[in-house]
């Protein structure tokens, strides 16, 4: 079982940055993949970055490759999302997941555990 909690969402101005931290609870923190997931209203949710369990593996949509850096930190249990050069396009609640198959995956899916969000607005 993980319980999964996002922080570090807000307003920001289109070309800025921020990041996005996700704490974990649960002794099965080490053998999950993590994930970061968007929806925007009106839209499905998507698929963003994801790491696998020992953090050597990555994947990225490509609407954010070159812009966007997932990592994980083991002894805090925690997932960041660094984004820069934000877009107007990058507005959404953005989701934070756990696959416990350890592997990368970019769909939702494959997901076991979610969190509940946090809105990032970009503004133009």
């Known amino acids: 079982q993980l319980q999964l909690a996002e922080s570090g969402g807000g307003l920001v101005q289109a070309g800025g940055s921020l990041r996005l931290s996700c704490a974990a609870s649960?002794?099965?923190?080490?053998?999950?993949?993590l994930g970061w997931f968007r929806q925007a209203p009106a839209k499905e949710r998507e698929f963003v970055a994801t790491?696998?369990?020992?953090?050597?593996?990555?994947d990225y949509a490509d609407s954010v490759k070159g812009r966007f850096i997932i990592s994980r930190d083991s002894a805090k249990k925690t997932v960041h999302l660094q984004m820069k050069s934000l877009k107007y396009e990058d507005t959404a609640v953005y989701y934070c997941?756990?696959?416990?198959?350890?592997?990368?995956?970019?769909?939702?899916?494959?997901?076991?555990?979610w969190g509940q969000g946090t809105q990032v607005t970009v503004s133009s």
């Open positions: 649960g002794a099965a923190w080490g053998n999950a993949a």
């Open positions: 997941a756990a696959a416990m198959s350890g592997q990368i995956r970019v769909v939702a899916s494959s997901y076991d555990y």
């Open positions: 790491i696998n369990w020992s953090g050597t593996q990555v």
